[in-house]
Every structure is written in C-alpha cells, then in structure tokens.
C-alpha cells in the first residue's frame, strides 16, 4: 500500500512537473497564465494520482504494461523540454539552446517540404506572419516531429524485438484496457485489429489534418498566430504528440490481438491432441 501511494505521488508530481515546465522556465509569463497553470498542474497532479493510487483501473490505459505509457510520457517531457529551451533561446540564450535550435533549424528545413506535415503547420499561419514566427513555428514543429518519430521507433523496437507485454508475465486485458469491453459483441480479435488500424491510420492522417482544419477554421474564428510562447509549445507539442501516441496505442492493441490469437490456436491445438489421444486410447484392443 505505502509503494502503491508513493508511486503514485512520485506520477502525479511528474505530471504537474510537466504542466508547469514552460511556465517556469520561460521569462515574462503573465500572472494570470501562471495562475490557470497552476490550476492545471493540480488537477493534473489529482487525476493521475488517483488513478494510480487505485487498486482497480478506470480509464488510464496499459498501466500495469511498462513501459507504454512511460514511454509516452517521456515522449511529451521531451518535446515540451526541448520546444521550451528552443524559445527561451530568443531571450536568455545558452550553449544548450543554441545547440537545439540549430539542429532545430536542420532538421526543420529538411522535413520543410510540399505536402509534409511540418509544411502543413507552418501554413497554418496567418499571411501576415513575420518571417521569425514561421521561422520559429518551422524549427519547432521539425523538432517535435523528431522526437516522436524516435519515441514510435523505440516502441516498435520493444513491440517487434524485446516481446512487449509477454515479457513481463501474463497480459491482463481487463486491467491494462479498461475502456474495451470483450463482451460488446463480435470477435474480440477482429475487434482488437480493427482498432488498431484505425489508430495507426488517424495516427498517420492527423498531422495533416489538424493544421487543415485550424486553417479552414480561421475564416470563423480568429485565427491561431502562435505569437504567445506558450500557446506556441503546446500547440506543436499536441500536434506532435497525439497522432504519435495515437500510433503507438494502434501497434499495441494490434500485439495483443495477437497474442489473444496465439493464445487461441495453443488452446485449440492442445484440445485436438487430448481429442486424437482419447480416440487412441478407446480404439486400443482390451
């Protein structure tokens, strides 16, 4: 129990570690931004350690199959880290932010082409838009798109080649996916698949569509200018992050249907051999 509410407590402060990041890190925050961060931070804190302080799942998915969601969480760290150190280089300039932003700069140009997704969100932008808010949408976006390009490859590489889940034990379905109802109806196996593609393909689709639909969306409502530092990092991050974890849940959910299939075809390999052998036994001569 005290490992279970420490554990929990260490997730929850992470989580509002993660909230506050570029509040804390960034010059000039307003006030009244820092207060609605806060407010985040605590109530992020308070979900995830109930969540986890709870012996029965709810809504967090593959908690007890390390580590998906470590991974995941350790992706966002790391693009809101990274997005943070690159804007903070504008005002309070280091040897670490300038090393970013300059593999920022590469790396953004390089995926800069027609019909990518880091063409996509800079094109989200006004017209109006100066040359160093593209620049810094441009360099940003490059950067998020890396890392959650490594963090999919690093889960495929555990999927694929480290055996995850299996190798930590038996798979608990119930547990580790809560929202998923066995008995709704249909095969579990063909309803598991099914999932998964249709995560891998939003997944795929979403870096494209999200800055279409903000873009389609400015004739309505004002449009999104990424002037504020902040507003700038979760943006990209969320742009970043979500079709990647989206991917990555789609090649977790395809494993275990999977699984559930082997574990199938063991079942009904080892019912027709205890089949094969009652028939031997009852045709041997008395």
Wanted: aromatic share 8%; no cysteine; charged share 15%.
């Amino acid at each position: 129990m005290i490992a279970r509410i420490a554990g929990a407590g260490a997730r929850g402060i992470l989580v509002a570690l993660l909230v506050t990041t570029p509040a804390l890190m960034l010059p000039d925050t307003v006030n009244d931004a820092n207060q609605i961060t806060m407010l985040v931070a605590l109530l992020a804190y308070f979900l995830t350690f109930v969540e986890y302080n709870s012996k029965y799942p709810s809504i967090v998915e593959f908690r007890d199959a390390p580590p998906f969601n470590r991974l995941r969480f350790a992706s966002l760290f790391a693009i809101v880290i990274v997005l943070t150190l690159i804007l903070k280089h504008k005002t309070d300039p280091s040897a670490i932010s300038n090393a970013l932003t300059s593999i920022g700069t590469i790396v953004g140009n390089a995926m800069d082409f027609p019909f990518s997704p880091v063409r996509m969100i800079v094109l989200m932008l006004p017209e109006n838009s100066d040359f160093a808010r593209i620049e810094s949408v441009r360099v940003s976006a490059g950067m998020a798109y890396l890392i959650s390009l490594v963090s999919m490859v690093a889960f495929l590489v555990l999927v694929r080649l480290l055996n995850w889940p299996a190798r930590k034990g038996a798979f608990n379905v119930w547990v580790n996916m809560p929202l998923f109802d066995p008995t709704a109806g249909g095969d579990v196996i063909h309803r598991l698949r099914r999932d998964a593609r249709i995560n891998i393909v939003l997944g795929f689709l979403l870096p494209f569509l999200i800055p279409a639909v903000v873009k389609a969306a400015s004739d309505l409502i004002d449009p999104i200018t990424l002037q504020n530092p902040q507003t700038q990092i979760w943006t990209v991050a969320a742009w970043a992050f979500l079709p990647a974890s989206m991917i990555m849940r789609g090649i977790a959910v395809g494993k275990i249907a999977d699984m559930i299939g082997e574990k199938r075809r063991r079942a009904y390999a080892a019912e027709k051999n205890s089949e094969n052998d009652a028939d031997k036994k009852t045709m041997q001569p008395a």
